[in-house]
């Protein structure tokens, strides 16, 4: 339960006062691992002790308090090449987070979607006016449905009486 006295905050921005609900008097001077629950002190000692130990860099996310962050630790060497301070960068992600899990369920949502829409296409065999079950018409109604939701100019081309009008027709509707 005892805290290193090792890791003591020099500076701190806005941000992380109120991140913390602090001022920065209440901050700076004191560890770093001190403004975080019990529960998470230990997890962070060992991470700053690996950067400390390795000089190397760690980056990792977290969740606290029902909020996302993202955790960046940097090691600052001195000249002699022993690490004397460090540089802790840490930002909430919380609407980035929610942000990319709406885009998620709206990807999911959308595949979905379109595999019901090819499921119910394959057991069509009518498209608006046109009329055919077969494989080869299967894939017309396919190339109808993209056509369509391109907004790309469409050329339809072939002999007379195939039915290049109601190709046109349905790609229109």
Known sequence: ND?????????????MEMSLGKTSEEIIGKNILAHFPPEVRKNRKK???????TKKPLIFT????????????YPILNKSGQVYRGLVISRDITEEK???ALKEEER??????NLRLKGSLKD???????????????????LILRAASSGAN???YGESGTGKELIARSIHQ
């Open 3 to 15: 805290v290193s006295e090792d890791y003591p905050v020099l500076l701190v921005n806005k941000k």
């Open 124 to 142: 069509r065999y009518r498209f608006g006016e046109i009329v055919g079950k077969s494989p080869a018409m299967q894939e017309i109604y396919e």
């Open 47 to 53: 991470q700053a002790d690996t950067v400390v130990k």
């Open 108 to 113: 999911s949502r959308l595949r979905l979607e």
């Open 154 to 156: 469409v050329v339809i």
């Open 62 to 73: 977290d969740k606290r308090q029902g909020r996302h962050f993202s955790n960046e630790y």
């Open 98 to 100: 929610r942000r990319e």
